[in-house]
């Protein structure tokens, strides 16, 4: 098992400078002590280095659904950037459910450092029960107010719905559907608003039937596409505002005999595994994961150290950019 005097000498520094990185000091060499960290699998004893140091060297991170593919991708993204300065995550799921995350995190809170969270919800009390932990929180994904007192790292949703809308009406495309997410969820509130606020700037109104609005669930992504289709399906494409609903929308379409793209196009926010192997790859409005978890990471790290400082810093909030990633699942509306 690799020890830190291998790490040392794989980076080549001084085992000084590998502990200084360890304990959260911004390093000259951070770069070449991470690529030796990963490639030599060295894992600090965070226990022997909470007892010297008076910190567990952990972080607890807490998502809606850690089966999504976007989440996970997100958690693996945070783990890569904290295990290499010696720190390890704990996870948990909170069903979208704001007394599962004061449940999860009250347990926590005397073991971990800092917390990373994609909040189940947009309000007030999830802003104070934040504030009252005492520990250094990055929001992810959502934030839970306006102007929140915490760092905060997501992508530009509203863009991305334009992108899906623009690329929609491009193809000829007038009559759409869509399967939105929780609107206390300002992911879902804002991507529904802003996908048919495009449509609107185009001259397209959405039929009220069309409209769909429920959890970010498979499930309920399969039940939302079974009540269009019991609806008549008059409509030429649909837009799905998240991963997961899109695998169940595109079951009950398959299971109803309906082509992708012949008869409806199909489109939705987020990438997942299946999206590229299915017999019409899925066009998706794809954001980096892995890039949103290495930028959380990074700003939770850096309030780490800056705990003992006499001043902390401004908090962030980075909007990272999302893509419009074009396969196979929309086209021109079929003729009469």
Excluded: W
Excluded at 56 to 62: D, M, P
Excluded at 305 to 319: C, V
């Amino acid at each position: 098992m690799a020890n830190i005097h291998d790490v040392a000498q794989a980076a080549g520094v001084s085992i000084a400078t590998v502990s200084r990185m360890l304990a959260g000091e911004n390093i000259r060499n951070r770069t070449a002590v991470e690529n030796a960290i990963s490639a030599l699998g060295y894992r600090p004893n965070a226990s022997a280095r909470g007892l010297r140091s008076g910190r567990h060297h952990t972080i607890a991170v807490i998502v809606p659904d850690i089966a999504n593919p976007y989440f996970a991708t997100l958690v693996r993204g945070i783990e890569e950037r904290v295990i290499a300065r010696g720190y390890r995550i704990i996870v948990a799921s909170s069903d979208e459910q704001f007394t599962a995350e004061t449940e999860v995190l009250g347990g926590l809170m005397d073991a971990v450092d800092a917390v990373a969270i994609v909040p189940a919800e947009a309000s007030e009390r999830t802003n104070l029960m934040l504030a009252e932990l005492g520990k250094p929180v990055v929001l992810i994904d959502r934030t839970v107010s306006d102007s929140p007192d915490f760092d905060l790292v997501h992508v530009d949703n509203a863009k991305g719905a334009r992108m899906a809308a623009e690329h929609l009406l491009s193809l000829g495309h007038r009559k759409i559907a869509i399967i939105s997410g929780r609107q206390e969820s300002l992911p879902g509130q804002v991507r529904h608003t802003a996908f048919i606020e495009a449509l609107a700037a185009a001259g397209v109104e959405i039929d009220p039937g069309n409209i769909k609005i429920g959890e970010f669930t498979r499930a309920f992504g399969q039940s939302a596409a079974s009540e269009l289709i019991d609806g008549g399906l008059d409509f030429t494409a649909v837009f799905v505002g998240n991963n997961t609903m899109a695998q169940g929308a595109l079951l009950s379409f398959h299971e109803a005999g309906i082509t992708i793209p012949e008869r409806l196009s199909f489109i939705c926010f987020d990438d997942f595994d299946l999206a590229e192997l299915l017999p019409a790859p899925v066009t998706v409005i794809s954001r980096p994961a892995i890039a949103e978890g290495h930028a959380a990471a990074d700003l939770l790290l850096a309030r780490i150290q800056a705990l003992d400082a006499a001043e902390q810093p401004a908090f962030r909030h980075l909007i990272l950019p999302v893509q419009l990633t074009v396969r196979q699942s929309c086209a021109a509306p079929a003729g009469p």
